[in-house]
T-cell receptor, first 112, second 115 residues
């Protein structure tokens, strides 16, 4: 029979443009958030994290913004490159917890 | 530095057979996690070990699944008997207490196909 798969939201951007990937979470007790990048055939790779007592954190070409009021997390990638093409997951951990609760992911496609 | 090592990278087996997946965490990491990834359910935590002791196995689907960590450098996830619905990518991850429990580093995964 026909299988029904999970269709990931897809963001298509041109090389050199900035990318913004969004994530919503539902648990106000979440204390720690991580963005992971997963390339085809590989495991998730840590990109950047942020604690709930912060609203912004910057890395190399990436910035994570946290809006606790609306329970929203975003990942901004500056000057997107073809190597940035991957599926991006946000993950949350509850206070005093350990398990990563992963979102469904967003597929980023960078076109030349 | 060697990351998390998993073997085999690919496994094809027939329904009813026993499958054993292996993981070597990053040296010095004292927490180890097994995840399963499918298109339908995304990434799911199966079991979590801390200092070789299983802390939370509530994510293990059923009794056909078992996991062990006999020492700090080795863990196995076993499925017996395997079923087609077990087909998925299984990831092992480990974390470094010095960096905080939450920063988990993932292995390349084992792609399991049960026919």
């Amino acid at each position: 029979g026909e299988s029904v798969g999970l269709h990931l939201p897809t963001l298509s951007v041109q090389e050199g443009d900035n990318s913004i990937i969004n994530c919503a979470y539902s648990n106000s007790a979440s204390d720690y958030f991580i963005w992971y990048k997963q390339e085809s055939g590989k495991g998730p790779q840590f990109i950047i994290d942020i604690r709930s007592n912060m609203d912004k954190r910057q890395g190399q070409r990436v910035t994570v913004l946290l809006n606790k009021t609306v329970k929203h997390l975003s990942l901004q990638i500056a000057a997107t490159q073809p190597g940035d093409s991957a599926v991006y997951f946000c993950a949350e951990i509850l206070r005093d917890g350990y398990a990563l609760n992963f979102g469904k992911g967003t597929s980023l496609l960078v076109t030349p | 530095d060697a990351g998390v090592i998993q073997s085999p990278r690919h496994e094809v087996t027939e329904m009813g057979q026993e499958v054993t997946l292996r993981c070597k965490p990053i040296s010095g990491h004292n927490s180890l996690f097994w995840y399963r990834q499918t298109m339908m359910r995304g990434l799911e935590l199966l079991i979590y070990f801390n200092n070789n002791v299983p802390i939370d196995d509530s994510g293990m689907p059923e009794d056909r699944f078992s996991a062990k960590m006999p020492n700090a450098s080795f863990s196995t996830l076993k499925i017996q008997p395997s079923e087609p619905r077990d087909s998925a990518v299984y990831f092992c991850a480990s974390s470094n207490p010095g960096q905080g429990l939450e920063t988990q580093y993932f292995g390349p995964g084992t792609r399991l196909l049960v026919l």
